[in-house]
């Protein structure tokens, strides 16, 4: 009998937490047939360093960097015209973007009315690229999907054909790719500074693996939280401004600065057990360690508590993190933007 395995990589706080690395990494290593991104839109910036030159994709999967088919799931919306001007410009730096990158037919799309519904400045800080409208305009049933349109005709496949097609002998090997992050979620997050898609491993399993047979949730998160958007957010300390400056923590969209705070503990847990994460990667750990700064919020609507060094900070973190989150097996320190 044929199966469907997957690994999913999902942000646990508020996106640009770098899934694209982990993704990237792990479709290196993994054996995987597919590569799927299942939430989001062009709203997401992956950040991605292949064989020392920087990348930033939007709409295409991470395994096109390692020759593997990449699939924009059934439940990501796609501006077309971004779409296939990203796939372009990867043909072009050689990845032959043109034969692996795949949409789903029953993708829904991103018009340009949605995008003009933007502009100018929206209440809740949104990446202007028409998300929010896409996804209104699918769930009220007035959508239009990738299957209709016809510059995606020759790239659209159908789900289950794709992964549980006869070609693979042992079934398929799924890695399956997150946008945005927990703190987003258009149900767990700070409604309305959310996006318009869930973002959680429930996306992941709607697009198309049974639940049972998922193996890894590779969860990851920075060691102090960021967010873009309208909402006040940022703490007020001199040295979350260096964070800020240090870890160049700007948006990879629409290039506005990230407003910073200390790791949240008690919201990472939450993140963590709501998704099942077997293992989480914790990235950036060096530009905390530049700044020199370790603190955390350790109990909700507490105080930031301070750590006299990185040692101590990370200790503490690992030690809270493994008490409390039922499925965590390993936390990975990363302090390197082009690998784990
Ligand atoms: P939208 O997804 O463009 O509708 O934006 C809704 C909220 O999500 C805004 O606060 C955005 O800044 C934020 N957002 C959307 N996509 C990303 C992302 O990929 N990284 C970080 N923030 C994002
Ligand atoms: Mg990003």
């Known amino acids: 009998m044929k199966t469907v395995t997957a690994d999913v990589v999902v942000d646990l706080q508020f996106g640009d937490c770098g899934k694209g690395k982990v993704v990237h990494h792990l479709a290196k290593n993994g054996n995987y047939t597919h590569v799927v991104r299942y939430n989001g839109g062009s ?21 096109v960097f390692h020759g593997i088919m990449s699939v924009i799931g059934g439940g990501c919306v796609v501006d077309a015209d971004k779409l296939l001007h990203e796939i372009e410009l990867l ?25 003009a519904e933007e502009t100018g400045e929206t209440k809740i800080g ?46 398929s090997h799924v890695l399956m790719e997150g946008a945005q992050g927990f703190g987003l979620d258009v149900d767990w997050g700070d409604y309305p500074f959310v996006s318009s898609s869930n973002c959680t491993v429930a996306a992941a399993v709607n697009a198309g ?9 590779i969860g990851v998160a920075k060691p102090y939280v960021t967010y873009v958007g309208s909402k006040a957010f940022a703490g007020d300390h001199p040295d979350l401004t260096e964070i800020q400056r240090v870890g160049q923590e700007f948006g990879a969209t629409t290039g506005r600065p990230r407003q910073c705070n200390w790791l949240h503990l008690p919201e990472l847990v939450k993140a963590a057990n709501i998704n099942g994460v077997t293992k989480l ?23 930031v508590q301070e750590f006299v060094d990185l040692p101590s900070f990370t200790k503490f973190v690992e030690n809270h993190l493994y008490e409390s989150c039922e499925q965590l097996e390993e936390v990975v320190w990363s302090s390197s933007p082009e690998k784990i």
């Open 43 to 63: 709203n997401a910036g992956h950040t991605i360093y292949h064989e020392g030159k920087k990348y930033v994709t939007h709409l295409v999967p991470a395994g």
């Open 126 to 171: 949104t990446t202007r690229t028409g998300n929010g409208p896409a996804y209104r305009d699918k769930h009220a049933r007035v959508g239009i999907r990738a299957e209709d349109v016809s510059s995606l005709s020759k790239f659209l496949i159908d789900p289950y054909e794709c992964f549980w097609d006869n070609r693979h002998e042992l079934g």
């Open 91 to 115: 043909d072009e730096a050689g990845f032959r973007a043109s034969d692996l990158v795949r949409v789903s037919k029953n993708a829904h799309v991103t018009t340009k009315e949605h995008v």
């Open 281 to 303: 990667v914790m990235n950036k750990l060096d530009v905390l360690e530049d700044v020199g700064a370790y603190r955390a919020f350790i109990k909700d609507g507490g105080e």
């Open 209 to 217: 693996v049974p639940p049972q047979n998922i193996a890894e949730v």
